[in-house]
């Protein structure tokens, strides 16, 4: 059973996997977004670590845009086209040549408010819906239709699948209001669908980055072959296995990004790993609850897929 075979058992509820999955995703140097440098930068980690799926990292942040300035202003949006990523998608047919058949090749895929929040800021992103939702979704509906453009595109390339982060329905936003529903779902959705019907691993990552969550319940209905997302819920904490039953679906996760991982040492990476899987809910992938500091010790990040594996060795 290759990498592939391995994660894509996970999904038809086979039993008795002959090792826990994983994977960790960090952002490489400036010097290693695009071209052969990005390609071979992933291949390295992918190699050194162990992991058992290619993700490839989103570089392509959408530009600020200063005329946006009103909501009324969304209407000057540019749709960018296929030259805007197509770096993004070379390493994607360069990953896919390179290890394919190996492994699975995921995209990183933002979502069509992450993308908006990059092109305003956050905080005037947010205003601007409360002040006036329908101007801002003549935006987010040119900025879903730019990400559709990416999205084929890596479909064309050979990708096995995305990564999906979903984010704006933190407590402080939107989380079950109205404003949510109507200005940040559909346009989710609508990219999502899409990948779920096209792709056969997709995961969906529902991102906590700023201000994190009190409820996992908006986002029940969304597909994705996986659930990935942090286990605190404001002042609660809940278990792989509890998240697994919630979205019906295998967790990945288990692993807090800030944590031992990123400032321990491998001892104290093992001591923690070792109670993750001990923990674990029957069709897991060990990871963590985003993406790790770009300066962690690749080696902590070795020692806990080597853990999952059940390495000869790797119980330090």
Known sequence: MNKRDLVLSLLEAVKGLPTIPAGFFIHFDPRYHR????????LEYFHYTGMDFVKIQYETNFPFREEIRKP??????????????????DVAWGLVQAAGKEALVIMTLYSPFMCARDTIGGDVLVKQILEN???VKMGME???ESLRIFVRACIEAGVDGFYHSTQGGETSRFEGSVLFDECIKPFDLSLMNEINEKCRFNILHVCDYFDGYTALTPFLEYPGDVINCSLHLGDKKLTGQQVSDLFGR???????????IATGTTREVSDMVRTVLDQAPERFILGADCTLPADVYWENIRTAIALAHNEPGAQI
């Open 142 to 144: 040119i900025i879903t």
């Open 250 to 260: 295998p967790f990945m996760g288990g692993i807090e990004r800030l944590g031992t």
């Open 35 to 42: 071209g052969q440098a990005a390609i071979d930068k992933h």
């Open 133 to 135: 939702p329908e101007a």
């Open 72 to 89: 009324e202003d969304w209407v000057r949006m540019p749709k960018y086209g296929i030259d805007f990523y197509q770096d993004q998608v």
